[in-house]
């Protein structure tokens, strides 16, 4: 049944992007009062009938009122499909299924069907309304991650606090969010401390304490302290604009077995129809009693068409898919695309990156070995170097020296290598920070290290001058994601690191991790994948999981390319195809479990859907089945299927 959504704009208009969505009460309410009236007007109908002995011609104006007024809206939409060509919805089908039931009764030797033709067009109106309603509840629940939606930002503009619409905030303005508030835009703390609501945005419910200096994005709710916050985005580039499109659209990429529905539809429907005409007539045609047989045959042709609208099919399963989304997006799982769900539900291999992936990504300086100069410089080149870099090594090496920024000393010519290291101009001497594979291309003679760690070597000018060591933690929730994912049969789980051997062997021990490749890069990176995705058995996908920083190119080649969305980290929501909003890997096997779940509830639909059609298709042929079945076959099935629809809404 087609959807159409009757909107009235009683909502204020700040709620644009929203009330597209909302399926409104009062079109419900109007809905139910015709269905009602209409019952009504049928059964004064019958009891007329059943009292006074009429004509045929007499009855069909007494139950063409509930008729007319039932499915002139219906007739409508059919005839105006037909004068665009589209003879084959499902009001077209409904209106000669219909239409043909009210003249059987005039055909010699049939019975009327009066009642029936009614009922039909009665039904599908019922089917409408459940539709309607079923997808104003999906539509509500992922309205709920709408909630991060700010309506209102208090600006301090010359000395005055004024309210505004957040999009009137510039970058660099100071606002002030009071406790119980949306944060409206991503920011920094500028004044006060406060503990904050990520729920909505992650899923995960305990308060996350905030002060000066940190880091806010917008879409969490401020729970204690009245708090300034300096704009560092605009609205679009906040972060709650950013997730309510990307939810928003990604009904858009359509799941294989939406598209698949869609073209099957479109062949089963002429079949049908053709196949009802060839019953109505070819029986008669060879009984050699054309006349006596006719009506008889045109009835069951009639249910044919009634039981051929794939309704129940191509709104259940966009609907599932739909509610599967919403469930995941309320676990702090964005899934860009309903085709992600069919790819996540048969992952086979997942490959992790190491840092900020596996690991917090937040490196601690353990121990510091000049060469020929002393710890404090070695610390302050290494600082220097880094102050563009955005690598959690750069920021852990920057901690290191606080003096950084304000010692005035002069870098320039910065240089990023992925995967090696930096290389920058600092005062009058060029200083690499990197790797050994750094050290060894600018030909400097590095020295090995006995701590355990990842080793940060520092070369001026070509010379050797000494390393850093650093050391990273495994994510309490890593080995749990890696035990979770074997439980699903996800066999294979790979760690790519750039890091050094030793390290990335530590890891993959710690998390029982079935591979590790250490001491790539990104390019090497790419490789592997492109060997895994050759080895990987038919049928079965492989994800790659990311920190969204230089992972881009891993990210887009995987079959699904999932990040870490590092509450905020734009890199990570754009390059994925799946952002993970509380950076836990453990989600990733969650993300797999609702996708089967919802991949299994799509499937029950369609088999069910197409049983129940079919059964009823043969009972009409051998005459076993009345309208009434035919009826309860396309509706009946239709609201059954949007129920368990729903069902995938909950995670
Ligand atoms: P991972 O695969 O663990 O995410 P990367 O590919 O980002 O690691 O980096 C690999 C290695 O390259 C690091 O272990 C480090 O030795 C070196 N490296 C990368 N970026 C930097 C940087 N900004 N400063 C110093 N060394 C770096
Ligand atoms: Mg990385």
């Known amino acids: 049944m087609a959807h159409e959504h009757h909107h009235q704009d009683h909502e204020c208009c700040e709620h644009e992007h929203h009330h597209e969505h909302h399926h409104e009460d009062g079109s419900l309410k109007s809905q139910i009062l015709k269905i009602a009236i209409t019952v009504v007007l049928l059964i004064a109908a019958v009891i007329i009938e059943k009292k006074c002995n009429l004509a045929t011609w007499q009855m069909l104006l007494i139950y063409l009122i509930p008729y007319l007024f039932i499915g002139f809206d219906t007739l409508k939409e059919a005839a105006e499909g037909l004068a665009h060509g589209e003879a084959f919805n499902e009001h077209f089908l409904m209106s000669i299924a219909t239409i043909g039931a009210l003249c059987i009764g005039f055909l010699p030797s049939a019975e009327t069907q009066f009642p029936e033709a009614v009922f039909v067009m009665l039904f599908f109106?019922?089917?409408?309304?459940?539709?309607?309603?079923?997808?104003?509840?999906?539509?509500e629940s992922i309205a709920h991650l709408m909630d991060i939606r700010p309506d209102v930002a208090h600006v301090e503009r010359e000395g005055e606090t004024i309210d505004v619409n957040p999009e009137e905030v510039g970058?660099?303005?100071?606002?002030?969010v009071k406790?119980?508030?949306?944060?409206?835009?991503?920011?920094v703390v500028i004044e006060g401390s406060t503990a904050l609501n990520t729920v909505a945005l992650t899923g995960e419910s305990v308060p996350r304490e905030i002060s000066e200096g940190d880091e806010i994005i917008s879409g969490c709710v401020n729970l204690s302290g009245l708090i300034k916050v300096r704009t560092t985005k605009n609205f679009g580039e906040s972060t709650a604009s950013k997730i309510i499109d990307l939810v928003e659209n990604a009904t858009e990429n359509k799941s294989k077995s939406e598209t698949f529905i869609s073209k099957f539809a479109r062949i089963y429907t002429p079949i049908v129809v053709f196949a009802a005409i060839a019953l109505a007539l070819l029986p008669p045609l060879f009984s050699g009693d054309f006349t006596g047989t006719f009506a008889t045959w045109l009835y069951r042709a009639l249910m044919f068409l009634v039981v051929s609208c794939p309704c129940a099919?191509?709104?259940?399963?966009?609907?599932?898919?739909?509610g599967g989304i919403g469930g995941a997006s309320r676990k702090g799982i964005l899934v860009k695309g309903a085709n992600y769900m069919d790819v996540l539900a048969k992952v086979g291999t997942v490959v992790f990156d190491k840092t900020g992936t596996l690991t917090h990504g937040q490196f601690a300086v353990t121990a510091v070995h000049p060469e020929q100069c002393d710890e404090h410089h070695l610390l302050h080149l290494a600082a220097h170097v880094?102050?563009?870099?955005?690598?959690?090594?750069?920021?852990?090496?920057?901690?290191?020296?606080?003096?950084?920024?304000?010692?005035?000393?002069?870098?320039?010519?910065v240089e990023e290598i992925a995967g090696q290291g930096i290389r920058a101009r600092v005062e009058d001497k060029i200083v690499c920070v990197?790797?050994?594979?750094?050290?060894?291309?600018?030909?400097?003679?590095?020295?090995d290290c006995d701590h355990f760690g990842t080793i940060i070597h520092v070369a001026i000018d070509g010379e050797y001058a000494g390393h850093i060591v650093i050391n990273d933690r495994v994510k309490d929730d890593s080995a749990e994601a890696i035990k979770a994912l074997k439980s699903l049969g996800v066999e294979r789980t790979v760690m790519l690191t750039g890091d050094r051997k030793e390290v990335g062997e530590d890891v993959a021990k710690k998390l029982q991790l079935s591979?590790?490749?250490?001491?790539?890069l990104p390019a090497d990176k790419v490789q592997y994948l492109e060997k895994m995705l050759n080895q990987k058995t038919e049928g079965q996908y492989l994800a790659f999981v990311g920190d969204g920083i230089n992972d881009a190119p891993v990210l887009a080649r995987a079959d699904v390319g999932i990040a870490m969305g590092g509450l905020g980290s734009d890199a990570a929501i754009e390059a994925a195809d799946v952002v993970l909003m509380d950076d836990k890997p453990s989600k990733i096997a969650l993300a797999i479990r609702i996708a089967r779940r919802t991949l299994r509830?799509?499937?029950?639909?369609v088999w069910f859907a197409i049983g129940v059609k079919v059964l009823v298709l043969v009972l009409a042929t051998l005459g076993v089945a009345t309208m009434w079945m035919a009826v309860f076959a396309d509706v009946g099935v239709t609201v059954l299927a949007v129920f368990n629809a729903m069902r995938a809404l909950k995670a």
């Open 601 to 605: 509830i799509a499937k029950q639909n």
């Open 313 to 322: 099919l191509v709104i259940s399963v966009p609907l599932t898919f739909f």
């Open 434 to 447: 990197g790797n050994t594979k750094m050290m060894d291309t600018v030909g400097a003679k590095w020295r």
């Open 515 to 520: 591979e590790y490749h250490a001491e790539l």
């Open 171 to 176: 970058v660099g303005e100071t606002i002030i």
């Open 386 to 413: 880094e102050h563009f870099s955005t690598h959690p090594i750069g920021a852990a090496l920057r901690d290191a020296f606080p003096d950084e920024a304000t010692d005035g000393c002069k870098v320039s010519e």
């Open 179 to 187: 406790p119980g508030e949306k944060v409206p835009l991503d920011g």
């Open 125 to 139: 109106q019922v089917g409408e309304l459940f539709e309607g309603y079923a997808e104003g509840k999906s539509r």
